[in-house]
């Protein structure tokens, strides 16, 4: 057998980690086995173990595709949003993951971790989520403490506090929108809920003085 380039065992990589997610969706990932992942994908056991060492390692590089790190997100954004105003910046990081997570394989991978994973063998999903809530929450502790120093922040808000606050609202939101995302828009209802929590929290400037 002539041996694959390295464009054929991409896409071989692929469609197992399509077909994973398929099977998942279907059947939860501890009721799917790499046999059926591999029959959907239209190929043979051993295709999988070429490419994952097992099902968690599957289950982990289908998760790495869709991950989101509040960092990254910020990153894609001007330096000088960013530096001198920190509040806008965690707004415009929250709309484009929000983008993301409207694309369908953001939306069914997190469907699949959040309500079709029971913790298995090396699979422990209220670990990853735990994980993903806390790395969001240290980002964005970093932005409002910037914005504290910039005196952005009202002054009764501590910025771990903010911090919190936001990452609780971004996760209620993001679970209530996955038990039935056909109800609306995680744009639409996560920016208008997103600017209202900022301009809650934005030190509101002192008003002009009167002669």
């Known amino acids: ?62 998760l790495q595709r869709v991950r989101l790190p509040f960092e990254e997100l910020v ?13 806008e910046a965690v707004r415009l990081a929250c709309l484009s993951g929000f983008i993301h997570l409207e694309q369908p394989r953001y939306r069914r991978v997190h ?27 240290g980002a964005l502790s970093k932005y409002f403490h910037m914005a504290e120093t910039l005196n952005q922040l009202r002054p009764c808000l501590a910025a771990d506090i903010a911090a919190q606050l936001m990452q609780a609202m971004l996760a209620g939101l993001f679970h ?20 209202t929590q900022l301009a809650l929290m934005q030190h509101a400037p002192a008003p002009p003085a009167t002669g």
């Open 75 to 87: 990153d894609k954004l001007d330096d000088t949003t960013v530096d001198q105003q920190p509040l």
């Open 1 to 62: 057998m002539a041996r694959k380039t390295k464009a054929e065992a991409a896409a071989t990589r692929e469609a197992l980690l399509d077909a994973a997610e398929d099977m998942f969706m279907a059947h939860g990932v501890a009721r799917t086995s790499l046999d059926q992942i591999a029959r959907h994908a239209g190929m043979t056991r051993g295709a999988v173990y070429w490419h994952f060492k097992n099902k968690a390692d599957l289950f982990h590089a289908m």
């Open 111 to 137: 469907a699949i971790l959040l309500h079709h994973c029971e913790t298995f063998g090396d699979i422990d999903p209220l670990t990853m989520q735990n994980e993903m809530a806390a790395e969001t929450c």
């Open 176 to 195: 209530d929108w996955l038990r039935n995302h056909e109800r609306y828009s995680i744009y639409r209802e996560g920016a208008r809920l997103v600017e």
